[in-house]
């Protein structure tokens, strides 16, 4: 069965304190994956999509890289305003959005 | 440029009532959908469409119905609720065409049902 798992459910980290959220996924085919930021009472914001193993992407304080198996998320030197809870989903090759799987998140704490 | 907007921001209902919930984007996009989030278990795709009248079941569909006769607007009806439909639901928005993976969220409607 085609599944994204996410692991810590919740982090909390001092500021400055670097960090790696993890995203595992199994699906016959991986078309995309993506990471998602989502803040208390909103809709999730896009933040990267990846395409193929060993690809990697940067913005600001995160860079989500990509393996067969698994993303990771690197969160360097945090600060209080990347608190938010961060949403993985993985598309299958040869399918449309109904078949994008999203994971349950991390919700990660960032203490000044 | 408004993006994704979604009515009511909450909403009580009692067993059994029904209603609709709002979504219209002002992007042009051709691709519309709508997600419940619950607590552990991510977002699950209710049901989506692909343009002006042409809708399909995603994941969670049952309970559930939608239509789609403008490509700006794409309501959730609810035709009798039950408690287990309490959540949070997100309308999504794509452009189908190119950067076809980015979904353009709305800021969600609270649902409870008593």
């Known amino acids: 069965e085609d599944q994204v798992t996410q692991s810590p459910e919740a982090l909390r980290l001092q500021e400055g304190e670097s960090s790696s959220l993890n995203c595992s996924y199994t699906?016959?085919?991986?078309?995309?994956l993506f990471w998602y930021r989502q803040d208390p009472g909103k809709g999730p914001e896009f933040l990267f999509t990846?395409?193929?193993a060993g690809e990697e992407k940067e913005k600001e304080r995160l860079k989500a890289t990509l393996t067969k198996k698994e993303s990771f998320l690197h969160i360097t030197a945090p600060k209080p305003e990347d608190s938010a809870t961060y949403l993985c989903?993985?598309?299958?090759?040869?399918?449309?959005?109904?078949?994008?799987?999203f994971g349950p998140g991390t919700s990660l704490s960032v203490i000044p | 440029n408004a993006g994704v907007t979604q009515t009511p921001k909450f909403q009580v209902l009692k067993t059994g009532q029904s209603m609709t919930l709002q979504c219209a984007q002002d992007?042009?996009?051709?691709?519309m959908s709508w997600y419940r989030q619950d607590p552990g278990m991510g977002l699950r795709l209710i049901h989506y469409?692909?343009?002006?009248?042409?809708?399909d079941q995603g994941e969670v569909p049952n309970g559930y119905n939608v239509s789609r006769s403008t490509t700006e607007d794409f309501p959730l009806r609810l035709l009798s609720a039950a408690p287990s439909q309490t959540s949070v639901y997100f309308c999504?928005?794509?452009?189908?065409?190119?950067?076809?993976?980015?979904?353009?969220f709305g800021s969600g409607t609270q649902l409870s049902v008593l």
């Open positions: 699906v016959s085919g991986l078309r995309g």
């Open positions: 992007m042009n996009h051709e691709y």
């Open positions: 999504a928005s794509s452009p189908w065409v190119s950067d076809r993976e980015k979904l353009f």
């Open positions: 469409s692909v343009g002006a009248g042409i809708t």
């Open positions: 990846l395409y193929s």
């Open positions: 989903a993985v598309q299958e090759v040869k399918t449309s959005y109904d078949k994008v799987i």
